[in-house]
């Protein structure tokens, strides 16, 4: 990964909107951050299983000049409300998305972003509630587990439940799976304060969420524009075993490949993303493959 450049540097370092807090029509709250214009059309962003809103800052800074940039901190992450289920579903959680976009006033999104979990989030809403989403951008995006047979399932979501994530887990650890060693150190000591929202209840419903779905088998189903992003060194997600799976099922999404990045491409590689949201806001949709294909 090469240094960061002057313009990424600066989209990294700006101040984080302040958290707010809405009621949903079927009681809990949701927590989120908001920048930009309240009129302008609407990018929501969905976060992934060890980070929050906050890993959206630069999205939050770069794009409300014309937006009306909305973060999200997913169920029983932060302050927000666990979902009721026990052990919930993708749809519940697309529910939740629909309930969040229902309390801010938000019919229609210009575009829905996910990274990682959030990808398989945003891609289910997408499915269940076309109307709702105008484009869909999936960054590290996850198969999902759904595809595994039952007893694979059981004994991976058992492992997974064994892995929690304690609050003395160590930051640099965390970081060190999710970049790559030449990463900035800006953009590390962001990702490593990113687990502060992460609580138990957050990451076993997400843990759970994941073997309810299989997103190969439904990206298929979706009619509006779709970009996917993907790092070439990314570890937890690689290119090979997500993206271009995805890309497969869905021939004419527009497949952005990142060379030299590792998972957290909107912290590493935040003018790129950020040109890549913009453009598909605003109905252009580049035919993609950058770097490596």
């Given amino acids: 990964m090469t240094a960061l450049s002057a313009v990424d540097a600066a989209l990294l370092a700006a101040d984080l909107p302040p958290l707010r807090q809405v009621a949903l029509s079927g009681g809990g709250t949701i927590e989120y951050r908001e920048a930009g214009p309240a009129g302008a059309p609407a990018i929501l962003l969905l976060h992934g299983t060890g980070s929050s809103s906050a890993g959206y800052r630069a999205q939050l800074a770069g794009l409300s000049d014309r937006f009306r940039v ?175 799976k995805l890309r497969a099922a869905k021939p004419d999404a527009a497949l952005h490949v990142l060379e030299g990045h590792g998972h957290m491409l909107k912290l590493e590689a935040p003018g790129r993303f950020n040109t890549i949201l913009r453009d598909m806001a605003e109905g252009r949709q580049s035919p993609g493959q950058e770097g490596r294909k």
């Avoid at 959680?93 to 989030?121: K, N, Q, T």
């Avoid at 269940?128 to 759904?146: E, K, W, Y």
């Avoid at 590390?188 to 990113?194: G, Q, S």
């Fill in 70 to 244: 909305v973060a999200w901190n997913a169920p029983g992450y932060g302050a927000s409300t666990p979902l009721d289920a026990a052990e919930p579903t993708a749809l519940d959680y697309a529910e939740a998305v629909a309930g969040f976009m229902d309390a801010l006033g938000i019919a229609r999104v210009a575009v829905l972003a996910g990274s990682s979990w959030g990808s398989v989030i945003a891609l289910n809403l997408t499915v269940a509630r076309p109307a709702r989403v105008a484009a869909l951008v999936l960054s590290a995006p996850n198969t999902a587990r759904g595809a595994l047979p039952a007893e694979a399932r059981a004994a991976a979501l058992a492992e997974a439940r064994r892995n929690l994530p304690q609050p003395g887990a160590d930051r640099r650890a965390v970081a060190d799976r999710l970049l790559t060693p030449d990463t900035p150190e800006p953009v590390r000591a962001l990702v490593e304060r990113l687990r502060d929202d992460l609580t138990p209840a957050g990451w076993l419903g997400a843990m759970h969420m994941m073997f309810t779905t299989d997103t190969p088998s439904i990206i298929g189903r979706v009619e509006c524009p779709v970009a996917i992003l993907a790092g070439t060194r990314d570890r937890m997600a690689p290119l090979e075993l997500h993206a271009e």
